[in-house]
């Protein structure tokens, strides 16, 4: 159950960049770093526009988190940048900061940003960061859901090239069939070229297409119909009856220059409460979203090398800060181009540089080309990047695990949509709770939950009396760490060879608990073994269940 771990003090370990030798400097980062680079640079784009940012303000913090964040010390094949998962609060922010003032409410965003940024360097100061560990993994499947599903409810409309009157996820879902009567033939037929080939690629088996990124081969299809129908010159066309429009406002507009395109906060409603609400949902999202992407980066990373997740978090948190104050959108820990500079043979954090190197080079040489694209492909791009967090396996999957846990899902996702995102998440975890105590669960094991650790030799026993829940995993960490220290220095942390948990005296061991406890032991040099599990029944087939004692 747990892989073997290496000596962290490597060279290109997230301890230290600057300290790798000229001949170990790695090529196959700059290839890596290249690839994502292909795939970041349309994402990146219509991240910031459905983010109501400027299009070059995705560009811009994919740079920041490129090749700053590396820098300082980032996790080493965690890709950093704009994120699908932040769009639907920066979105938010824009909108309800403004007051119907795009413009204003962009800047005022830009503040947001660097206070949650500010907070987010003293989570990792104050060593916090593993907090999102602890989330209910259903709590935030149902966000990222939700997350999907409004991304498509405002991405439809645009790769239609159709205005919706609805600004509600729910208003505009109902006015997608509206809108499809109503598209602009020729946007509809680049968005859909778009969703064809994102959708078709994943199901070809020949290898050029497991190579080239999906995103390039829809640009390289797309631009050159979109330069046939002549988008960049205002005119209208002819199909069947009707008559439509088409003009340079369908295509990517940037400004001149990179230096151009910054822009400073304004800080004049920074004390408000909406401002206060969207510095919390920045703050607290993004570090959660982050750190549970550097621990699956972790889980697939060949070397099996366990970040830093503090100092990634420091790292992230001076790249926001530095992004915020130039005009950028916010940053996290990326999974889908992390899992695609793994795959492409990432060897450190340098392919993270990389990354950020080439968007620049390409911004600063070539702007032009990026205003060829049309916006309709990356509304595209957004819709197929929606489904994929909105999929049915999914909805599947929460119900496998047991029907609380598709409660929580489900609960999450329908109050997100009907509300935002603070409140549902608030009510996933609201319902979390009340199911736990309905099902015995002592109030006391959320207020001081325990883990009782003693120590045979080179074997930890940890008894987790009370409740083996969500809130018991920071404890059982810290317990764990704590041990490993405590055997001195010169890497003697291995001399723990077996971690037993014992859950024999709980009244209930929770799907998060189980969940959690297998993510962390890939970070411990040490088996993992349960004991008392088999003494409570599980709720359900799946092996990460919640168990609750057998009433007498």
Known sequence: ??????????????????????????????????????????????????SGFPPVAGVLTAIIGGILVSLLGSAPLTIKGPAAGLIVIALGAVQELGGGDLAAGYRRALAVGVVAAVIQIVFALCRVATVGIAMSPSVVHGMLAAIGVIIISKQAHVALGVKPQSKEPLGLIAEIPHSLVNANPRILMLGALGLLIMFGMPLIRARWARVVPAPLVVLAVTVPVALLFQLGTPHDYRFMTATYHLGPEFLVRLPGTLLDAVAFPDFSMIFTGTSLKYVVMFALIGTIESTLTVLAVDSMDPEKRSSDLNRDLLALGGGNLVSALLGGLPMISEIVRSKANIDAGATSRWSNFFHGTFLLLFVALLPGVLQTIPLAVLAAMLVYTGTRLASPREFIHAGEVGLDQLALFLTTLLVTLATDLLMGVAAGLALKIVLHLVRGVPPLAFLR???????????????????????????LRRTVNAASAADGAGGARQDVTEVVVDVEDAALVDHTFLSGLATMSREWHATLTLRGLDRLTPVSSHPQATRRRRRA
């Open 1 to 50: 159950m747990t892989p073997e771990r290496q000596d962290l003090k490597t060279p290109d370990s997230p301890d230290d960049l600057s300290a790798a030798p000229r001949s170990a400097f790695p090529k196959a980062d700059v290839k890596s770093g290249f690839l994502v680079f292909l795939i970041a640079l349309p994402l990146c784009l219509g991240i910031a526009l459905a």
């Open 449 to 475: 939950p325990r883990a009782d650790a003693t120590r045979t030799g080179d074997v930890l026993h940890i008894r987790v009396p009370g409740a083996a829940i969500f809130t018991t995993l920071l404890p």
